[in-house]
């Protein structure tokens, strides 16, 4: 480096360091003023309607926290995301895909899935209650309908009779009139039922591979080589071969139909 560029680069990190002590003495000469935050809890007594839009404020946050929750149990989302683990752990490429691949995939299926079951209740729940025509609760009364509909259509019967007995509740004549909190976890257990079907089927001619692989090195004196080493490109070559990803996304959306 030539003299004059040392010369300019020192003088260049002389004025940085000089503007920064000016810049810390003109921040303790003059120091910052926060704004005061007052919080006041009260007046419930004089003005009961403001409370009470407190109160549905605070319903409603606790419902958004919630709401994942719903997206899970209350949707396809649960049965796509376990048969996808499974068919990983199936072929045992620990982490491949990767779980934000895998959640990605079972969350745009389900939108797929539940496009119609959500049009349904967008024209008869959201717009009308939007358009002041119905009230909350008829709004909460025609959002129901067509989500309870979808989750009977996939809920074992035996299922659902397990909740009812030990709820001590009365057989309702319509099955549509079952309470969620019956509904959902009858309708949650299918679908990982359902899941776990999928998924045995599933892990059968990767077994088979892993089986044959195995009696191979073993009848060849390999007793040290681990035969997950081996079978993997076998399994992962054979998944390729069938298009596995194709059949495994059409059986998940034909188990629906």
Known sequence: MKTGSKILLVLLLLLLFAGTIWGARQAAAQPIIVPEVELRLGGGEESPERLAGFLQLLLFLAAITLAPAF????????????????????????????????TGLALFMTIFIMFPTWGLINEQAIQPYLEG??????????????LSEFMLYQTRE????????????????ERSDLPLQVLVPSFV????????????????????????????LMSMGMFMLPPVIISLPFKILLFILVDGWHLVVKSLLESYL
């Open 71 to 102: 997206v899970v149990l209350m949707t396809s989302f649960t049965r796509i995301v376990v048969v996808l683990s499974f068919v990983r752990s199936s072929l045992a490429t620990q982490q491949i895909p990767p779980n934000p691949v895998i």
């Open 133 to 146: 025509e119905i009230s909350e609760e008829e709004a909460w009364e025609e959002a129901k309908a067509p």
């Open 158 to 173: 035996k299922d659902l009779a397990l909740f009812i007995d030990i709820s001590g509740m009365e057989i309702p004549e």
């Open 189 to 216: 257990i299918s679908e990982l039922k359902t899941a776990f079907q999928m998924g045995f089927i599933l892990f059968i001619p990767f077994l088979i591979i892993d089986m044959v692989v195995a009696s191979t």
